[in-house]
Each structure stands twice: as structure tokens, then as C-alpha cells.
């Protein structure tokens, strides 16, 4: 839907030996009694596990801000947190997200997890 989640997308896909991934999966969280679509629900293979990443592209919009971080509350409350089976990128019309800094933060966060 956005440049930012075009360019997470091929990313995941070049590391597609180690990873594969869903688009907008349905995810039910338990905890807040409602279905999620995160952007990418992506499948760890070397460590098998799922982790999801949202991509919060609108951060200018007020309303927009307020939904994510009632997502993000949601999201922890059913056993999902920032920094261990979650990944947040943001950005805003002043700063944008660039593809180095998407694929930084996909090779410190998948090589990490890779050598724990």
C-alpha cells in the first residue's frame, strides 16, 4: 500500500532462504478479543518463530498516531512485544523511511536472532 512497505517486501524477499512472510496476515489477539492485520507476519525459519512487523507510515495524522499506539498496547497485552517478535518502523512526510535504513534494521534484527 505504501512505497515504505514496497520496499520492506523486497527486502524480505531477498533474504527468502531464511524467511518468508505474509502480507496483511489475519491475526487474532486473544487478550484484546479482536482481529489485526499486520502489515507483515513474517516466519523466522533458522529460529522458527513468527514475528511481526508494522510499518506506521501516516505518523503526521493525529488519528492515524492514536490507532497505532492502541495497536501496540494490544498487541503487548497478547504476549507481543517491540524489540522481540515485533518490528516498528515509522515515518513522517518530514522523514521519511530509506531502504538503508530498512535493511539495517532487518540485518542487525534477523542476524541477531541468528547468532543468539
Not at 527486502?11 to 482481529?35: F, G, H, P, T, V
Not at 507476519?41 to 493525529?62: A, C, Q
Not at 498487541?75 to 515485533?86: A, E, H, M, Q, W
Request: no cysteine; charged share 35%; aromatic share 10%.
Amino acid at each position: 500500500r505504501s512505497k515504505s512497505e514496497i520496499i520492506i517486501a523486497n527486502m524480505l524477499n531477498k533474504k527468502a532462504d531464511n524467511l518468508s512472510y505474509r502480507y496483511e496476515a489475519e491475526l487474532y489477539l486473544k487478550k484484546a478479543n479482536r482481529i489485526v492485520h499486520p502489515d507483515f507476519t513474517i516466519l523466522d525459519i533458522v529460529n522458527r518463530r513468527e514475528i511481526y512487523w508494522e510499518h506506521r507510515g501516516m505518523m503526521d495524522d493525529r488519528m492515524y498516531l492514536k490507532q497505532s499506539v492502541q495497536r501496540i498496547k494490544e498487541y503487548r497485552k497478547s504476549g507481543i512485544y517491540v524489540g522481540d517478535n515485533l518490528l516498528i518502523t515509522e515515518e513522517t512526510s518530514a522523514f521519511p523511511l530509506g531502504t538503508d535504513e530498512i535493511e539495517d534494521i532487518a540485518r542487525h534484527f534477523f542476524k541477531q536472532r541468528e547468532t543468539e
